[in-house]
């Protein structure tokens, strides 16, 4: 069990660059989240997903925020425009049954937006 | 508005001893409730988990404790190893039905050698 993989590790980039965060989640889980933690709002919920199907994106901060998973095995979450408040660590987590079972977490992914 | 707090920020605990952290709630249908543990540059782990059926779950050397009349949580750490030196989190969830865990800030627990 490799666990969640999130790439990349750090992400630096430009104000207005589109950024792309990917996510594959543990085998056989059937739930996806996106996490985004900064030092003012801690750990906040984005968008999660049920059988590859988004459920829940009301914690989506802007229409600059997108998310899809194409399939089982594959998330993304993307940032377009990027602006430096985006600037946080962004988390993938997968379960097999929602919030009822632990989430597992990935390592994350430092953005930085300058 | 928080609906889960960790008012401590950071811990420090002799090794050996017990560490207490502490997590309050504002949320009356939270029902179910987590720990999470984070080292640098990782992502959380899962820890130890209560139901509000309960008020007490332990898991070696770590115990949950609940009072839903106070809306309090409290996690002991019993002995207290340098290795469980980390940021722990608290979660709650409204449990069935529910898919809206809200995490608190953390709190940075140090155990000295």
């Known amino acids: 069990d490799a666990g969640v993989i999130q790439s990349p590790r750090h992400e630096v980039t430009e104000m207005g660059q589109e950024v792309t965060l990917r996510c594959k989640p543990i085998?056989?889980?059937?739930?996806l989240f996106w996490y985004r933690q900064t030092m003012m709002r801690g750990l906040e919920l984005l968008i999660y997903?049920?059988?590859?199907?988004?459920?829940?994106d009301s914690g989506m901060p802007e229409d600059r925020f997108s998310a899809k998973m194409p399939n089982a095995s594959f998330s993304t979450l993307k940032i377009q425009p990027s602006e430096p408040r985006d600037s946080a660590v962004y988390f993938c987590a997968s379960s097999l049954d929602g919030f009822n079972s632990p989430l597992h977490f990935g390592n994350g992914t430092r953005l930085t937006v300058t | 508005d928080q609906q889960v707090k960790q008012n401590s920020p950071s811990l420090s605990v002799q090794e050996g001893r017990i560490s207490i952290l502490n997590c309050d709630y504002t949320n009356s249908m939270f029902d179910y409730f987590l720990w999470y543990k984070k080292y640098p540059a990782e992502g959380p782990t899962f820890l130890i988990s209560i139901s509000s059926i309960k008020d007490k779950n332990e898991d070696g050397r770590f115990t949950v404790f609940l009072n839903k009349s106070a809306k309090h949580l409290s996690l002991h750490i019993v002995p207290s190893q340098p290795g469980d030196s980390a940021v722990y989190f608290c979660a709650a969830s409204a449990g069935a039905g529910s898919y809206q865990l809200t995490f608190g800030k953390g709190t940075k627990l140090s155990v000295i050698p």
């Open positions: 997903f049920n059988n590859n199907v988004p459920i829940d």
């Open positions: 085998s056989g889980h059937d739930y």
